[in-house]
């Protein structure tokens, strides 16, 4: 069946301009999050839905950062006035948890570069 | 936050059993072992998970130890695709964040 996919894979912003990435999670899954990967680093986590309800948003690093899952489906990360430091690949992933299956799956994530 | 140590690289050789360690002394009672490893260029994949007795599944094995303050993770027949970095996660919520370390990059090499 079809994963999670997100769009676009790659973006290039100027310092300063505002990037939308998108996610689609797998058709049902209750569970959304947003982690970030720095080069070499292990992803971190950034937010949590749960359906259109944001119950953690702890990891978001600043207030230009802002998420939203509007009909508990598609969600989408907003980076205003982005920095070089915001530079990274921005992972999505998705559990149903119902039943027991809690496991998250990835998408392939976006590759943001800041110049 | 839930901390796991994990050596930063191994390597294997094709066809032979990859075993990785993790130790995850500050677990507690109800926290669930997990691993996920990723493979360059694409998001992180699920392995295998456990709470206190040892588990096997298509991918791999999962041995806990006694004291729970340990696992390793088994891959018995590694192959060149399961070259990535290999992360130990520990958990109370299962329906909730996962907190990543270093991991550990795993080389399988022919």
């Known amino acids: 069946g079809a994963g999670v996919s997100q769009s676009p894979r790659y973006k290039v912003a100027k310092r300063g301009q505002d990037v939308a990435l998108r996610c689609d999670p797998i058709?049902?899954?209750?569970?959304l999050f947003w982690y970030q990967q720095a080069l070499g680093q292990g992803p971190e986590f950034l937010t949590y839905?749960?359906?259109?309800?944001?119950?953690?948003k702890s990891g978001l690093p600043s207030d230009r950062f802002f998420a939203e899952r509007p009909e508990g489906s598609v969600s989408t990360l907003k980076i205003q006035r982005t920095q070089q430091e915001d530079s990274a690949v921005y992972l999505c992933?998705?559990?149903?948890?119902?039943?027991?299956?809690?496991?998250?799956?990835f998408g392939p994530g976006t590759r943001l570069t800041v110049t | 936050d839930a901390k796991t140590t994990q050596p930063t690289s191994m390597d294997c050789a094709e066809g032979r059993a990859a075993n990785l360690p993790c130790n995850h002394s500050?677990?507690?009672?109800?926290?669930?072992v997990y691993w996920y490893r990723q493979i360059h260029s694409q998001g992180p994949q699920y392995i295998i998970h456990?709470?206190?007795n040892n588990e096997t599944n298509e991918m791999a094995s999962l041995i806990i130890t006694e004291d729970r303050k340990s696992s390793t993770l088994i891959l018995p027949h590694a192959t060149l695709r399961d070259t990535a970095v290999y992360y130990c996660?520990?958990?109370?919520?299962?329906?909730?964040?996962?907190?990543f370390g270093q991991g550990t990059e795993l080389s399988v090499k022919p």
């Open positions: 992933a998705s559990s149903f948890i119902w039943r027991g299956e809690y496991e998250q799956y």
């Open positions: 058709s049902g899954h209750v569970s």
């Open positions: 839905f749960q359906n259109e309800a944001q119950l953690d």
């Open positions: 500050t677990i507690s009672g109800n926290e669930y």
């Open positions: 456990g709470l206190k």
């Open positions: 996660i520990h958990i109370y919520n299962q329906g909730g964040k996962l907190i």
